[in-house]
């Protein structure tokens, strides 16, 4: 049995609890700690089955019973959490992004090396079912050598200006996981981006200094084009959906809903929406990411998503922002 502690206990730190709780056989959460810690929180945590809860993540940090430690702070925290829980011996899974910063991101990179520690990134699409049979058919040659690659991400509501100040932007937010994606689908990295973007949802994403809705277009290594469209905002829903074409057919993936029922009648044709946001699409993702994790401590075998893994999207993000900014191709060499 592996004994984690769970740094962050707000949305994604709660995702995980009832993750771990439910679905991962392999662990045990024996502290929790969030600086801002209340008693409602530390209540349901222990309703989930954690031991302890606690204000100080130092309590996780200098715990020798504890294996392996889950960072869902907030982002600004990632890479210096990661590099103390190294320090301290300790496995460690994290949330996306490691950090807008190459080079704090290198540092982690370093502090790695020779430990023998595991580190997982936190891009749970990769463990979605959809994506998953997706990426399988392609690596199995179902429809041949990939030549265009569609990618859509919207969400149903755009987040509140705090949020977006803080979040890094779109970018480096929400597209960062399209870019994960991209590569996981092609096989490969991508050597340049360009993207066209736009205020269209909320003008205040715009006096925030951010962008609300954007194409974007990716030439990967392999040859294959990527083209990926988000937007803020989608009154349906959450839509989350791929395509794969390439020399020998196409193989794609649709939204989930609640069921998959249609209603024909003299009024047209109707299904259900999509689910309504990541929490219910995801769910299922988030604990077999984690099961994946704890299954590479303790079979000493690599992680699906290393700490390499977390950097290359973030180069693509920084890429995309540049070219978002300066209205030209970026590649990724100029951002390395």
């Given amino acids: 049995m592996v004994k984690v502690g769970i740094i962050g206990a707000g949305r994604i730190g709660k995702v995980h609890i009832a993750s771990i709780s439910k679905g991962v056989r392999e662990a045990v959460i024996k502290t929790v700690a969030d600086p801002y810690m209340n008693e409602e929180t530390a209540q349901w945590a222990k309703s989930m089955g954690v031991m302890n809860t606690t204000k100080d993540p130092s309590d996780i940090m200098n715990d020798p019973e504890i294996d392996a430690v889950l960072i869902c702070s907030s982002t600004d925290t990632h890479s210096s959490l990661s590099l103390e829980a190294i320090k301290a011996g300790k496995h460690v899974f994290c949330e996306k992004p490691i950090d807008h910063d190459v080079d704090k991101i290198k540092e982690v990179i370093a502090a790695l090396e020779g ?73 490969c990295d991508a050597t340049e981006v360009y993207v066209q973007s736009a205020n269209l949802v909320d003008p205040a994403i715009g006096e925030a200094g951010d962008v609300d809705t954007a194409v974007i277009t990716l030439q990967m290594e392999n040859g294959a084009l990527v083209v990926i469209d988000n937007c803020r905002r989608a009154a349906y829903g959450y839509d989350q959906r791929a395509e794969v074409f ?52 303790i079979n000493d075998k690599d992680t699906p998503l290393g700490v390499e893994d977390g950097l290359k999207p973030v180069l693509m993000g920084i890429a995309a922002k540049k070219s978002s900014d300066e209205h030209r191709p970026v590649k990724i060499s100029e951002v390395m």
């Avoid at 859509?152 to 705090?162: C, N």
């Avoid at 609640?258 to 299922?284: C, H, W």
């Fill in 246 to 297: 390439g020399s020998e057919g196409m193989a794609a993936i649709s939204n989930d809903s609640e069921s998959s029922v249609t209603i024909a009648n003299n009024q047209g044709v109707t299904g259900e929406k999509p689910l309504f946001f990541f929490l219910e699409r995801y769910m299922d993702a988030y604990s077999k990411e984690v099961a994946a994790f704890i299954d590479a401590i």
């Fill in 115 to 187: 430990t023998g520690l595991k580190y997982q990134v936190g891009f749970n699409r990769r463990f979605d079912h959809n994506f998953e049979a997706l990426q399988k058919a392609v690596a199995g040659g179902k429809v041949g050598k990939p030549e265009i690659i569609k990618i859509t991400s919207r969400d149903p509501e755009p987040p509140g200006v705090d949020y977006v100040k803080s979040s890094g932007g779109m970018f480096l937010d929400m597209t960062i996981h399209d870019f994960d994606m991209a590569r996981f689908l092609a096989g």
